[in-house]
């Protein structure tokens, strides 16, 4: 019965949401994995949950008109998904890319919506951004986009409304242009971002929370099976801020982070990439901005150009780059060549057919929205902190980061255990789902 469920109501929302696969494949994920429940559960029928959960409270969308250096004015379309407020305030990122689309901000809130409910903290779910890339552009062209772009959300968010932070694109620089700006607008100076700056608001740890959040979260799924990172090959998708942070992580636990990879291609160092090699390719990646290829000029490592690092022998494996960027064929391959462990850092990077592959091999899986929630756990402390008027010290913060993540893996134990083996994918789709599903619930039709 639950399979034909899944496919009479995904049938519904791909109609109702022509053009939007990665919205699609997000909802089916989740609906896969709670459909047997909300069967046996009549209040969940009759409030219709499901149908509730998968439509965004409110969707926003607008025009950014800006001037360019040149004078000449340029126009990009600004979006927020406010998806679900069952749980607190919409808190979620602003991605600025090329890519961005109302069907991949929808996939992110929801996303989102989940990974928030998982970290116990008081955190609805929504995501936005714009289609603006700024790549090539001139400080002073991305703070009058940043600004005209705020112009627009300031009426829209607010630290009990929704609370944006940074994502793919959005960095320490955007996150102060844009709020410089709803502080002129709204003139106040209160925690409606996170991921500020140190002198004002922001958290210690908050660059790094991501990718020290999935890594411990790789530990504590080792652990469970009496193993660590200590002694491992790692690899790891991506160059940056997640990707970098996880092997800063890997690395002081003891394991040996032996690729990474950015747009042009894969660097794979045998030898390791240490502490000194890390902090080079951090400068090179954040202030630089230059390729990986350079590392290769300055370290002697091979250079893979425009691949993956799938096909590297590796014992534990970080996807910490864009969505679907591990299909089922590389998957079967990382298996192949003896990994025992894929923790996605990124969002949904692994494929539907890549998942099956790790669940049906039995290997450790852990999926994005519980493994790469360290980052809005510690936006939902930078909150605590700028509501309390004060400011945690740094290993403060990262216990309290730990800690929810192994709130976060137990949770996801406890709702995906089957048998000896414990599926991750269900565990945090369940145990997200019933959380935000229960508030829903308890707050009636609305």
């Given at each position: 019965m639950s399979s034909k469920a899944v496919e009479s109501f995904m049938a519904e929302v791909i109609a109702k949401n022509p053009s939007e696969p990665q919205f699609h494949q997000a909802v089916q994920e989740v609906v896969e994995s709670v459909m047997p429940i909300v069967e046996t559960t009549p209040a969940f029928r009759q409030a219709k949950i499901l149908e509730r959960v998968v439509e965004p409270e409110r969707t926003i969308i607008f025009r950014v008109p800006w001037v360019d250096d040149k004078g000449q004015v340029q126009v990009n379309r600004g979006f927020r998904v406010q998806l679900n407020s069952a749980l607190g305030p919409y808190k979620g990122?602003?991605?600025?890319?090329?890519?961005?689309?109302?069907?991949?901000?929808?996939?992110?809130?929801?996303?989102?919506?989940?990974?928030?409910?998982?970290?116990?903290?008081?955190?609805?779910?929504?995501?936005?951004?714009?289609?603006?890339?700024?790549?090539?552009?001139?400080?002073?062209?991305?703070?009058?986009?940043?600004?005209?772009?705020?112009?627009?959300?300031?009426?829209?968010?607010?630290?009990?409304?929704?609370?944006?932070?940074?994502?793919?694109?959005?960095?320490?620089?955007?996150?102060?242009?844009?709020?410089?700006?709803?502080?002129?607008?709204?003139n106040e100076f209160t925690g409606v971002l996170t991921g500020k700056g140190l002198g004002w608001g922001g958290s210690l740890i908050r660059t790094e929370a991501t990718g020290y959040g999935c890594t411990y979260f790789a530990e504590e799924m080792l652990a469970l099976k009496g193993d660590s990172l200590r002694g491992k090959t790692v690899i790891v998708s991506g160059a940056g801020n997640v990707a970098l942070h996880t092997v800063e992580k890997v690395t002081q636990l003891g394991g040996k982070v032996v690729a990474i990879s950015d747009y042009d291609g894969t660097v794979h160092d045998p030898q390791g990439i240490d502490a000194e090699k890390l902090e080079w390719t951090k400068d090179l990646v954040f202030h630089r901005r230059g390729s990986l290829k350079q590392y290769v000029e300055k370290y002697g490592a091979a250079f893979i150009p425009g691949a993956q690092p799938w096909a590297i022998p590796c014992d534990v494996a970080f996807p910490c780059a864009a969505e679907n960027t591990l299909d089922g064929e590389q998957t079967r391959t990382l298996i192949k060549n003896g990994c025992i462990c894929i923790t996605e850092g990124a969002n949904m990077p692994t494929t539907p057919e890549g998942i099956g592959f790790a669940l049906d091999a039995k290997i450790l899986f852990a999926p994005g929205k519980a493994a790469n929630a360290g980052g809005v756990a510690t936006s939902g402390l930078e909150m605590a902190q700028n509501a309390m008027h004060l400011s945690w010290g740094r290993e403060e913060v990262d216990q309290r980061l730990h800690g929810i993540m192994r709130s976060i893996h137990k949770t996801c134990v406890e709702h995906g255990k089957d048998g000896a083996f414990v599926n991750y994918v269900h565990g945090a789709n369940r145990a997200g789902f019933l959380k935000v599903a229960d508030a829903m619930i308890a707050q009636g039709i609305v």
């Open positions: 990122g602003l991605r600025f890319h090329s890519t961005v689309t109302l069907g991949v901000l929808k996939f992110l809130g929801f996303e989102q919506t989940f990974k928030n409910a998982l970290t116990g903290l008081p955190m609805g779910g929504g995501k936005g951004g714009s289609d603006f890339d700024a790549r090539g552009k001139s400080d002073f062209e991305v703070m009058r986009f940043c600004q005209s772009f705020m112009a627009e959300l300031f009426r829209h968010v607010g630290p009990n409304t929704d609370v944006p932070a940074g994502d793919l694109g959005v960095g320490g620089r955007e996150i102060g242009y844009l709020f410089g700006m709803y502080k002129k607008l709204a």
